[in-house]
C-alpha cells in the first residue's frame, strides 16, 4: 500500500513530491499524459523566484522532477482511470492495475480550452494549435501569417514567440482591451509584427476541404461584420479547463470542475487533498502552484501522523 499517491507532475505535484519525500513518505508520483505539466509547453519563465534571467520552462520541470527523485519520490509515467475514495485506503485504478493509497494529493492541473468549433476539431494538428513553443516553427508556418486567439497572457506570449517565424501575426481577440498583465501587455502591442483585431471572434476555421489552415473567419462583435484572414495556422491561447473528469460525483467541485478546498488544502473527502491549477481559478502561477503543492504535502503529512497516534 503506498502511503501517498500524487497525480500530476507540474509544479503544484512535483512540489508536493520533493516534501513528502524528504518527509520520508516515498511518494508514488503519476504523470498523467503530460510528464511536467503546462510549463513544459512555455519558452521563458520569467516570473519564478531564483531565476533572474529566467528559466526554460521544460529545464524547470526536469530540474524540480530530479530534485523530488533525488529524495525518493517515484515518478511513474501512468495514467489514473478510476477512483474509489468509499474505502479505507483508497483504491486507484492506474493503467488497469488497482493500487491502494493512504492519502493523494490531486495535482491534475489544467488542460487548454478549446474554441469549440467543429473545424477547429477536425484541423487540429493540421494547422490548429494549443502550443507556441511546441509547433511554432514547423515549416508550415515559416514565414506565413498566423493567427493567435485570445487576450491573456498565453496568448501574449505566443503572440510574440511566434513573431520569430511568422510574416505577420494577428491576435484575435473578444474585447478592445488585453486581460493580460501590464508589461506582457505592453511588449505585445509594441511589436511591430503583432496585428491586434479587436473586439473579434473567430467563427470558422478554413478550410476542411484542402485539409490544412488556410484562414479564419472572423465576426467583429460590435459591427457584425464578417471578414476572412488568410493564415497558415491557428494557435488557441483562451485560457485552460480543470483536469479533474475522473473526479467528477467524488470530489466537490465548482460548476466549471475546479476542485474547491475547505481549510488548507483539504477536500470534502478526509485524506484527499488538492494543489495546483486543478483547484486554483484565480492565481494560476507557478509559483503559487509550488506553494500549493508544498501545503498539501504538509497537510498529507500531518494526516498520516494523525492515524498512527
Ligand atoms: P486567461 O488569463 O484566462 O485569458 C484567457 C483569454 O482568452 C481572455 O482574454 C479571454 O477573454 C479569452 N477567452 C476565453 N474564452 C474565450 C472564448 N471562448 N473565445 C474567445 N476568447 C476567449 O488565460 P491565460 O492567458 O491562459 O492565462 C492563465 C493564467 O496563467 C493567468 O493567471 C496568467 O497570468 C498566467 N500566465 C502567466 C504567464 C507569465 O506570466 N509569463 C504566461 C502565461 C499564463 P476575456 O479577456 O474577454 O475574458
Given at each position: 500500500?503506498?502511503q501517498?499517491?500524487?497525480?500530476?507532475?507540474?509544479?503544484?505535484?512535483?512540489?508536493a513530491?520533493?516534501?513528502?519525500?524528504?518527509?520520508?513518505?516515498?511518494?508514488?508520483v503519476?504523470?498523467?499524459?503530460?510528464?511536467?505539466?503546462l510549463?513544459?509547453?512555455?519558452?521563458?519563465?520569467?516570473?519564478?523566484?531564483?531565476?533572474?534571467?529566467?528559466i526554460?520552462?521544460?529545464?524547470?520541470?526536469?530540474?524540480m522532477?530530479?530534485?523530488?527523485?533525488?529524495?525518493?519520490?517515484?515518478?511513474?509515467?501512468?495514467?489514473v482511470?478510476?477512483?474509489?475514495?468509499?474505502k479505507?485506503?483508497?483504491?486507484?485504478?492506474?493503467?488497469?492495475?488497482?493500487?491502494?493509497?493512504?492519502?493523494?494529493?490531486?495535482?491534475?492541473?489544467?488542460g487548454?480550452?478549446?474554441?469549440?468549433?467543429?473545424?477547429e476539431?477536425?484541423?487540429?494538428?493540421?494547422?490548429?494549435?494549443?502550443?507556441?513553443?511546441?509547433?511554432?516553427?514547423?515549416?508550415?508556418?515559416?514565414?506565413?501569417?498566423?493567427?493567435?486567439?485570445?487576450?491573456?497572457?498565453?496568448?501574449?506570449?505566443?503572440?510574440?514567440?511566434?513573431?520569430?517565424?511568422?510574416?505577420?501575426?494577428?491576435?484575435?481577440?473578444?474585447?478592445?482591451?488585453?486581460?493580460?498583465?501590464?508589461?506582457?501587455?505592453?511588449?505585445?502591442?509594441a511589436?511591430?509584427?503583432?496585428?491586434?483585431?479587436?473586439?473579434?471572434?473567430?467563427?470558422d476555421?478554413?478550410?476542411?476541404?484542402?485539409?490544412?489552415?488556410?484562414?479564419?473567419?472572423?465576426?467583429?462583435?460590435?459591427?457584425?461584420?464578417?471578414?476572412v484572414?488568410?493564415?497558415?495556422?491557428?494557435?488557441?491561447?483562451?485560457?485552460?479547463?480543470?483536469?479533474?473528469?475522473?473526479?467528477?460525483g467524488?470530489?466537490?467541485?465548482?460548476?466549471?470542475?475546479?476542485?474547491?478546498?475547505?481549510?488548507?488544502?483539504e477536500?470534502?473527502?478526509?485524506?484527499?487533498?488538492?494543489?495546483?491549477?486543478?483547484?486554483?481559478h484565480?492565481?494560476?502561477?507557478?509559483?503559487?502552484?509550488a506553494?500549493?503543492?508544498?501545503?498539501a504535502?504538509?497537510?498529507?503529512?500531518?494526516?498520516?501522523?494523525?492515524?498512527?497516534h
Amino acid at each position: 500500500m503506498e502511503q501517498v499517491v500524487i497525480i500530476g507532475t507540474g509544479c503544484a505535484g512535483l512540489t508536493a513530491a520533493l516534501y513528502t519525500a524528504r518527509a520520508n513518505l516515498n511518494p508514488l508520483v503519476l504523470t498523467g499524459i503530460m510528464p511536467g505539466g503546462l510549463l513544459t509547453t512555455t519558452s521563458i519563465v520569467e516570473n519564478f523566484p531564483g531565476f533572474p534571467e529566467g528559466i526554460d520552462g521544460y529545464e524547470l520541470m526536469t530540474r524540480m522532477q530530479k530534485q523530488a527523485e533525488r529524495f525518493g519520490a517515484r515518478v511513474k509515467f501512468a495514467t489514473v482511470e478510476a477512483v474509489d475514495l468509499k474505502k479505507k485506503p483508497f483504491v486507484l485504478t492506474i493503467d488497469g492495475e488497482p493500487v491502494e493509497a493512504q492519502t493523494i494529493i490531486i495535482a491534475s492541473g489544467a488542460g487548454h480550452r478549446h474554441l469549440g468549433l467543429k473545424n477547429e476539431d477536425l484541423l487540429e494538428k493540421k494547422g490548429v494549435t494549443y502550443c507556441a513553443t511546441c509547433d511554432g516553427a514547423l515549416p508550415m508556418f515559416r514565414n506565413q501569417p498566423l493567427v493567435v486567439v485570445g487576450g491573456g497572457d498565453s496568448a501574449c506570449e505566443e503572440a510574440s514567440y511566434l513573431t520569430r517565424f511568422a510574416s505577420v501575426v494577428y491576435l484575435i481577440h473578444r474585447r478592445d482591451s488585453l486581460r493580460a498583465s501590464k508589461i506582457m501587455a505592453e511588449r505585445t502591442l509594441a511589436n511591430p509584427k503583432i496585428k491586434p483585431i479587436w473586439d473579434s471572434v473567430v467563427t470558422d476555421v478554413l478550410d476542411v476541404a484542402q485539409d490544412k489552415v488556410t484562414g479564419v473567419k472572423v465576426k467583429n462583435v460590435k459591427t457584425c461584420e464578417e471578414t476572412v484572414i488568410d493564415c497558415a495556422g491557428v494557435f488557441v491561447a483562451i485560457g485552460h479547463v480543470p483536469n479533474t473528469q475522473v473526479f467528477k460525483g467524488v470530489i466537490d467541485m465548482d460548476e466549471n470542475g475546479y476542485v474547491t478546498r475547505k481549510q488548507g488544502s483539504e477536500t470534502n473527502v478526509p485524506g484527499v487533498f488538492v494543489a495546483g491549477d486543478c483547484s486554483d481559478h484565480v492565481y494560476r502561477q507557478a509559483i503559487t502552484a509550488a506553494g500549493m503543492g508544498c501545503a498539501a504535502a504538509i497537510d498529507a503529512e500531518r494526516y498520516l501522523a494523525g492515524l498512527t497516534h
